[in-house]
């Protein structure tokens, strides 16, 4: 029973990473608790981000709880692996793109 829990967490860690990376780039996220923290209270901003988070949490336990019905190793786990790495590319992409092209 420890091995297989070990063996999910393993299959879950590129999963882990690459959200983690994800989340550490600046983005609406930033800009909504930035904005609530300059015009707002520190409580409207605390919430804002709490709120935030709740949204992140929420969404990596739905990731997590998908990928770990999958089978590890088998095709329909590498076509979820390969399917969530072309999202975040494109996410990439889009905010780079977006990032390069603002007018000061």
Do not use: D
């Not at 949490?57 to 072309?86: C, D, E, W």
Request: glycine share 12%.
């Amino acid at each position: 029973m420890l091995e297989t829990g070990h063996a999910v967490a393993a299959g879950l860690f590129p999963f882990a990473i690459s959200y983690a990376l994800l989340a550490m780039l600046p983005g609406a996220n930033f800009a909504v608790v930035a904005q609530a923290g300059l015009t707002a209270s520190r409580a409207t901003a605390l919430s804002a981000a709490a709120g935030i988070a709740l949204g992140a949490s929420s969404l990596a336990a739905i990731v997590a709880t998908g990928a770990g019905a999958l089978p590890p190793g088998g095709i329909a786990h590498q076509m979820a692996a390969s399917l969530y790495g072309a999202i975040l590319v494109f996410i990439g992409w889009n905010s780079m793109r977006r990032a390069l092209s603002f007018q000061a």
